[in-house]
């Protein structure tokens, strides 16, 4: 992946983060690759989190449940370094690759509000037009 490609990326990760408060951090994540792009800083927590999904994702692969056509959403529950349980969500974009949403703590908003699946949706897109090796796609629109 180019470094240009890399930086669209990150962008659009952190203007999703920014413009929807449930969220706490996003990691994009290839099963070949590992983390592609990512708001949150490495720890061991991210790095446990980012080995279960690559593993995720090989496995559904196998049992051929990976469809990112049908925006396939999995819930998972996780420990962060200080020991707290966490949620996160993880979202399939292309084949092999997933977006894991980090939720906040607290959440300031329901998940469910119009601007959290919107925005999800916004991201998606255009992230896969990166990953498609599209070059300077429109940027996304927030809610």
């Known amino acids: 992946m180019e470094s240009r490609q890399l930086s669209q990326l990150t962008r659009c990760l ?4 920014e413009m929807t408060l449930e969220i706490e951090g996003l990691i994009l994540i290839s099963a070949d690759r590992g983390v592609l792009a990512s708001t949150v800083s490495e720890s061991v927590a991210v790095n446990r989190v980012t080995a279960v ?3 995720l994702i090989g496995l ?5 449940n990976w469809s ?11 420990k962060d370094d200080a020991g707290n349980l966490r949620d996160a969500q993880l979202i399939s974009v292309t ?3 997933a977006l ?4 906040e703590r607290q959440p300031t908003q329901n998940f469910a ?3 959290a699946p919107f925005n999800t949706r916004q991201a998606l897109h255009y992230v896969n037009r990166i990953l498609r090796g599209e070059n300077d796609p429109p940027n996304a629109m927030w809610l």
């Open 95 to 97: 084949d092999g690759i």
């Open 68 to 78: 990112p056509s049908q925006f396939n959403e999995y819930r998972v529950r996780y």
């Open 60 to 64: 559904a692969r196998q049992t051929s």
């Open 113 to 115: 509000e119009p601007a």
């Open 100 to 103: 894991v949403v980090i939720l």
């Open 53 to 55: 999904v690559k593993t």
């Open 14 to 17: 952190w203007e999703f983060q």
